[in-house]
């Protein structure tokens, strides 16, 4: 009697332990299933480390950005004015602290090579950098230099702050009529902390210097 009864404990111990899964190659396949998913979740958080929101990695504090239609073949000109009265623009493409980073001259030696295969881009855009910070008046001019469609051009003008974080402090748009036609886009002042100040868009002449 007593032997059954061990017997009987020892088998019910068994299926407990069967149950309750300590069974050591069940335990071993545990223990691999929990390091691959480790592994994966680490493999995660390298791939896409988690960076300092809105942190844009650029050598310039502000960049200006121009933009009309695209495939056009009208030319648009950029001209910055700083602080100390330095313009930047086609032919003078860096000062002490802008520098014109693209000029666009619509379609004309627009090309790009994607795939092999050389094809026109269509992306009309102009793009100036503030690399450094000057405090003072900064002037935004746009000058239609010369057209092919002989009419009026709808042209964006946005201001963005690109350091510590990216912010947009201007948007607009500047319609200019026909060739020559030469208008203040936005002016404004960089205060010496860094932030902007006095946006108008007052005229000013810089392309009759």
Same mark, same amino acid.
């Given at each position: 009697?007593?032997?059954?009864? $061990?017997?009987?404990?020892?088998?019910?111990?068994?299926?407990?332990?069967?149950?309750?899964?300590?069974?050591?190659?069940?335990?071993?396949? #545990?223990?691999?299933?929990?390091?691959?998913?480790?592994?994966?979740?680490?493999?995660?958080?390298?791939? $896409?480390? !988690?960076?300092?929101?809105?942190?844009?990695?650029?050598?310039?504090?502000?960049?200006?950005?121009?933009?009309?239609?695209?495939?056009?073949?009208?030319?648009?000109?950029?001209?910055?004015?700083?602080? !100390?009265?330095?313009?930047?623009?086609?032919?003078?493409?860096?000062?002490?602290?802008?520098?014109?980073?693209?000029?666009?001259?619509?379609?004309?030696?627009?090309?790009?090579?994607?795939?092999?295969?050389?094809?026109?881009?269509?992306?009309?855009? !102009?793009?100036?950098?503030?690399?450094?910070?000057?405090?003072?008046?900064?002037?935004?001019?746009?000058?239609?230099?010369?057209?092919?469609?002989?009419?009026?051009?709808?042209?964006?003008?946005?201001?963005?702050?690109?350091?510590?974080?990216?912010?947009?402090?201007?948007?607009?748009?500047?319609?200019?009529?026909?060739?020559?036609?030469?208008?203040?886009?936005?002016? #404004?002042?960089?205060?010496?902390?860094?932030?902007?100040? $006095?946006?108008?868009?007052?005229?000013?002449?810089?392309?009759?210097?």
């Amino acid at each position: 009697m007593t032997i059954q009864l $061990n017997g009987s404990s020892a088998a019910a111990a068994y299926r407990t332990k069967r149950l309750t899964g300590s069974d050591p190659f069940t335990d071993l396949l #545990f223990n691999v299933l929990l390091g691959f998913i480790l592994l994966f979740f680490i493999s995660i958080i390298f791939l $896409n480390p !988690e960076a300092d929101a809105g942190k844009i990695d650029i050598e310039a504090e502000y960049v200006i950005t121009v933009t009309w239609e695209d495939y056009s073949a009208d030319d648009i000109d950029t001209w910055v004015e700083d602080p !100390e009265g330095q313009v930047a623009f086609y032919k003078k493409r860096e000062t002490d602290i802008l520098h014109l980073d693209r000029d666009d001259r619509g379609m004309l030696n627009d090309r790009i090579v994607v795939e092999g295969k050389e094809i026109d881009n269509p992306l009309n855009q !102009e793009v100036l950098a503030l690399r450094g910070m000057m405090p003072g008046e900064y002037t935004v001019n746009l000058h239609y230099y010369d057209t092919e469609s002989y009419k009026a051009v709808p042209v964006a003008v946005k201001v963005a702050r690109v350091n510590p974080v990216y912010e947009v402090v201007y948007y607009g748009t500047t319609t200019l009529e026909e060739k020559g036609t030469e208008k203040t886009a936005v002016r #404004f002042t960089v205060l010496p902390d860094g932030s902007i100040d $006095n946006v108008n868009r007052l005229p000013k002449s810089l392309v009759a210097r």
